[in-house]
């Protein structure tokens, strides 16, 4: 059974920093990609970044890229998403996501919210 939880999200002021985790069991972690996302309420859910089964190839969103970064870890089949310059704007619940086969699997989220 595939699982994916999240942690690390929290409160954090303008310009600040989170790291956020996805802890990953049930599948072969390295063999596939893996991406965050994040939805806010009333909001489609948002792609933010993708990083590829080894990790040589890492995608953005234009909304975070040189602010965010993908990385993951196989040995301890998380991935990580490294959030710098965080502003309102990234206020959102975090998610992360594989998809195996046709079936696209997802986390139960982690909130960041960005303010003051």
């Known amino acids: 059974q595939v699982q994916l939880v999240e942690s690390g999200g929290g409160l954090v002021q303008p310009g600040g920093s989170l790291r956020l985790s996805c802890a990953a069991s049930g599948f072969t972690f390295s063999g596939y990609g893996m991406s965050w996302y994040r939805q806010v309420p009333g909001k489609e859910r948002e792609w933010v970044a993708g990083i590829t089964r080894q990790g040589d190839t890492k995608n953005y969103a234009d909304s975070v890229k040189g602010r965010f970064t993908i990385s993951r870890d196989n040995n301890k089949k998380t991935v990580y998403l490294q959030m710098n310059s965080l502003g309102p704007g990234d206020t959102a619940v975090y998610y992360c996501?594989?998809?195996?086969?046709?079936?696209?699997?997802w986390g139960q989220g982690t909130q960041v919210t960005v303010s003051s």
């Open positions: 996501c594989t998809t195996i086969g046709f079936q696209r699997n």
